[in-house]
């Protein structure tokens, strides 16, 4: 580690920044700041990766989620070295005076400093508060020192759409889960409209009598190959079918007319037209279902990285259906067969 970037200097940094916030604020309208941190969040993005982008996400976040944010931008190669510098996230709630404040911490390295990373973050993460570990950067969980950075964390949040080949990636989320790591993927966060919808369907007491009907399930999609969205929706509808007592034949289907990478459709049926058939389809910015051919339609707004995150700091314990859901997923990533 250099020695011009050390937790000692900027913790001072730091405590300093608090000091010089208070003086510009009595000077401007003797309110005061508030300094607020429900969480350390460590966010492991690339450096070519929009700063502006990733600091809208940020500002956004804190107002519900305080956290002392420490953004970590990695090179893919270089020289070993590191760099910091500090400052703050400030805003004032409709109608009062006093700005309420966030810090944050930028670090920029090297793929070579990674080794040293560890010992410079843990030090900077707040005591007794939990540390959120979001890696951005979907290089990093096939990293040979991840495991080092990930063990200072309580949870970790990354995004297998970013992580390459979909079978790979389940595997390789699967192996960390296995090895006791608390994970979230914002993959299967983007199911949760999809997943709440068809739990709102079977809230019915009239279907809930009838979902024994069910004998095929379809899961249809993008691209020549299935991402891990419609490989953790096959998983979970699989899943909940088998807890239900029904052993349904799940599959993946392409879909020529569903963007590449995307989440087409779900398609629930029984042997014939008499029995039930249930229909979830993304278009249009709107999620449709169908049953028994009575259509109704819900909002599917375009999940961005605000949202997600949203959703996934909220979460402090364990998500028993995702880690269920996981390596029964890796398993119909591994068993679709590309033409």
Known sequence: MGATVSPDRLLRELSELWVTLGRQDEG??????????????????????????????????????????????????????????????????????????????????????????????????????????????????????????????????????????????????????????????????????????????????????????????????????PSTAACYMAAWVGNSLRAAGIEADVKLERDPDVASGALGSLHLRGENAETLQVVLQAKGGALTFQVNGLVNCTSLAEANEYSLMREELGIVQPDPVFETTLPSAAFFALSFVVD
């Open 28 to 225: 401007e309208n003797g309110a005061g700041v508030l300094r607020a941190c429900s969480m350390t969040l460590v966010v492991v993005t690339a450096e070519a990766d929009d700063p502006m982008d990733l600091g809208e996400t940020l500002a956004a976040l804190m107002p519900e989620h305080p956290a002392r944010a420490i953004v970590v931008r990695i090179r893919a190669d270089g020289e070993r070295g590191l760099a910091a510098r500090v400052f703050s996230q400030c805003w004032k709630p409709f109608g009062q005076r006093r700005q309420i404040c966030c810090e944050q911490v930028e670090i920029t390295a090297s793929d070579t400093s990674l080794e040293d990373l560890r010992a410079l973050v843990l030090p900077l993460c707040v005591p007794d508060l939990p540390v959120m570990l979001w890696c951005r950067d979907g290089r990093l969980p096939w990293h040979p020192r991840f495991a080092d950075l990930a063990a200072m964390a309580s949870r970790i949040v990354v995004d297998s759409a970013r992580m390459g080949d979909t079978a790979p990636a389940l595997e390789r989320l699967g192996a960390l889960v296995a090895g006791g790591m608390q994970l979230g993927d914002l993959a299967w966060t983007r199911l949760t409209r999809w997943r709440e919808t068809l739990s709102r369907v079977f809230e019915n007491r009239e279907l809930q009598d009838r979902i024994g009907e069910l004998k095929h399930a379809e899961v249809r999609f993008g691209g020549s190959a």
